[in-house]
Nanobody, 114 residues
Framework: QVRLVESGGGLAQPGGSLRLSCVAS????????MGWYRQGPGKQRELIAS???????NYADSVKGRFTISRDNAKNTVYLQMNSLKPEDTAVYYC????????WGQGTQVTVSS
């Protein structure tokens, strides 16, 4: 059984930074693709960043150049470094693991406001 636990959300000012972490239980982490999704108010959940087991990364245009996804297989952890935050980045952020089936974290709220 896989469990994903996110942390690091909170309130940030426009232009500020936050780093999200997601710790995975189980033994699949190092061979699974990991991703970060977000769901803003009144919006559908969208994929914003992903990293393969081979460390290949992809980003949505809306976050490219501002957000960085990384992984530490020794710690079973995937990170999302978010810089130059904008009010439109306000959303619940979800960690996702894809390996045969989909696994989701519970989500962490990120609010960008002055």
């Amino acid at each position: 059984q896989v469990r994903l636990v996110e942390s690091g959300g909170g309130l940030a000012q426009p232009g500020g930074s936050l780093r999200l972490s997601c710790v995975a239980s189980g033994s699949l982490f190092s061979i699974a693709s990991m991703g970060w999704y977000r769901q803003g108010p009144g919006k559908q959940r969208e994929l914003i960043a992903s990293i393969s087991s081979g460390y290949r990364t992809n980003y949505a245009d809306s976050v490219k150049g501002r957000f960085t996804i990384s992984r530490d297989n020794a710690k079973n952890t995937v990170y999302l470094q978010m810089n130059s935050l904008k009010p439109e980045d306000t959303a619940v952020y979800y960690c996702h693991m894809g390996y045969g089936t989909d696994y989701w974290g519970q989500g962490t709220q990120v609010t960008v406001s002055s």
